[in-house]
DNA sequence: ACCTGAACACCGTTCAAGT
DNA sequence: ACCTGAACACCGTTCAAGT
């Protein structure tokens, strides 16, 4: 992704080093991003379960003390791949939110980019729903639960932020006793269920059945109706936003990775 | 929930052990669930990562020989665990079932019977989508992945009828293009992201920030809304058909565990 | 000021020896 | 016909010794 996406290398955690010349902790932040990389490769090929420090260290060019510098556990690795997976998504969101159409088809472009980013992270999709399990939880560093829940923070204000748009625009009006935060809430577990099942469980056959191209967007838009979101999908033909999403947010760009 | 529930003991797997009296074989069966029940409150305690085989065995009064008698692996036992997740599941489901109310009350009270699963069993609910991850699946007994594809067909089937039931009697009607698969997906995609999420981030301020109570039901409500199963949410009271299914269903039972 | 890798305690799995 | 637990190869984490 990073065509638009500025180069965030995370400059904070750092247990134990101190203050070093911006060179040295530029150097610093590089080996941690390519530990990084090949962490997410080895949990993708075999698993949390089976992923080691051991293995990390076999295929890294670092021994196991430069390693145990970055990271205080296996767990706090896990944590700095769910940052990495938070960060990646805000900048397509951020990305996804300059197409341009109504709110409706803005808050869709937002959720292409989710789906595109599960598809293409599945390791990092899920490693951000292990890093809230309590076990990781309780063996992470300070500095990257705080760095986490930021990130997540972030990530709900922008999708408050497309619904209140829609209500400011008058395409979404709320019923009384429905508040904005369970709306917001609804789009995020279905989009999130949606994912984390093709995701994880595509070789299921009432999954594997279905018309993958556009599993998510008639999810989306079953919900977007039931909430009165309009144009409501009868009016609308969504399919094509879809694939104009598609198109002019995440295609032909030069230097796509 | 074994108080509407036939005891399904496992007769299945038993990888090595052969004819044996009756008598023998439901001692092995107890012996399995005990360990199973043993090994879901460990990993509950501590985390799948940091679940260990030795730990199983320190805790019970079985050798490390004999437990791998029933497990060839940490993994198939990460199997039989979602097996008995969906065995649950399926037996809560078909109780729901018999609400008395409309097709879409009694797709409210199956769906109420998933959370209520989810809540009471985070641990086992967990593990099914953790049994479908490839590093599970590889090193799962065959039998076990057998079990598990027919359970979870089963599981299809059976909310496919409410489905077809709701067709049936008019109060729900594809519209051209629609296929019944694809709703049976959103509701599964919607009901299994609020679980998730609330079960294993409930930490996160957007979630926590919401009415417990009644999250599941809003979001579903929302979605059949946007399918336009009838009644529609605004003609038909269902926080009163949600308090009903609870007393009704799951509450006042003789001998709940 | 950082890097290294030997060392230690622990874990998954097997299998020869028992009953 | 099964159960046991010692044994082995491997893993997470630390820290004294190096540069």
Chains 1, 2 share one sequence.
């Not at 999709?125 to 560093?141: I, Y």
């Not at 709900?156 to 008058?170: H, K, P, V």
């Not at 994880?200 to 993958?212: C, K, P, T, Y």
């Amino acid at each position: 992704m990073s065509f638009f996406c500025k180069n965030q290398s995370t400059k904070e955690s750092k247990c134990i080093i101190r203050r070093v010349s911006a060179k040295r902790q530029q150097a610093i932040a590089d080996r941690e991003a390519e530990l990084l990389v090949l962490a997410e490769q080895l949990v993708g090929e075999e698993g949390f379960a089976n992923f080691t420090m051991d293995k990390l260290t076999n295929n890294s060019s670092y021994s196991k003390g430069t390693i145990y510098n970055h990271f205080n556990s296996k767990e706090d690795l896990i944590s700095a791949l769910c940052i990495k997976s938070l960060q990646k998504e805000l900048c397509l969101f951020m990305h996804a939110a300059t197409f341009e159409g109504n709110s409706r088809e803005k808050c869709l472009a937002v959720l292409y980019a989710y789906q595109k980013h599960a598809f293409e992270n599945p390791t990092l999709f899920m490693c951000v729903l292990s890093a809230k399990t309590p076990a990781v939880m309780e063996k992470s560093s300070p500095e990257r639960l705080e760095k986490q829940e930021e990130l997540t923070k972030e990530v709900t204000q922008f999708c408050d932020g497309l619904f209140s748009d829609a209500i400011e625009d008058g395409s979404l009006v709320l019923r009384t006793g429905v508040e904005l935060n369970s709306l917001v809430f609804a789009i995020w577990a279905m989009s999130f269920g949606t994912n984390a099942l093709m995701v994880s469980a595509g070789a299921v056959e009432s999954i594997s059945r279905l018309d993958n191209r556009f599993a998510q967007l008639n999810n989306i838009n079953l919900l977007l109706d039931g909430m009165g979101w309009h144009p409501l999908s009868d009016q609308c033909d969504y399919r094509q936003t879809w694939a104009r999403i598609e198109n002019q947010l995440f295609t032909n760009n030069p230097a796509t990775l």
